[in-house]
């Protein structure tokens, strides 16, 4: 009688017991749902790569460098903000003194070339000029880059040299960079770079992720 009685309660204990493991199991596939675009995009751009070399035509960053949590920036009302409050967009960045010359000017039109290319996802993409003082921007250059499409912020130099880095016999001012929706540095173009290669990356970037 005691081995009868006891049967239903063992079952009941074993039946909790299941339903716990199911749900854990249940928390985790969804866990991996929700982030397969982000390790999808990853795995695309860094570890499988097309016979006969690199998939990107930017420099990857390796290992990640996210933005400083300490990078403060001066916003286009001045105020200062941190340039994390930037995060959830695929950011293209440049940096240069506020008098943009020749090719600041040339970099800046290559990444509105880029961005509008993306068509529909276009809305996913920000471009950022650091600039290095807070002199005046030209009415010219204010009107062709407007916001919030374009963000014009004032940056200390040495804050951002010591988050971008830059090629060999190289500066700052010669890059254009690209950081992901969660913050993290990924490529660095080159010097007088190819706008078509550039908007193929951003193109398969876009494509491969739906983060941002």
Known sequence: MQTQRSAPAARQHTAKKGSWTSGRWMLVLLAL??????????????????????????????????????????DEKGQSVSLK???GKWLMIIVNGSDCDEQCATRFYFMRQVRVLQSGERDRVVNVWLRTD???????????????????????????????PVDDGTKLTDHIFLVDPNGNLMERFPKNPDPKKINTDVAKL???SRIG
């Open 85 to 87: 409050s930037l995060e």
């Open 134 to 164: 807070d002199k005046p921007v030209s009415d010219v250059i204010k009107t062709a880059y407007p916001q919030p499409d374009t963000r014009m912020l004032v940056a200390n130099e040495k804050d951002i040299a010591a988050w971008l």
């Open 206 to 208: 876009l494509k491969w």
């Open 33 to 74: 749902v929700c982030a397969a675009p982000v390790i999808a995009s990853y795995l695309m751009y860094y570890v499988f790569k097309p016979a006969g070399g690199t998939s990107s035509y930017g420099a990857l960053i390796d290992p990640q460098r996210p933005i400083p949590a300490q990078l403060t920036v001066t």
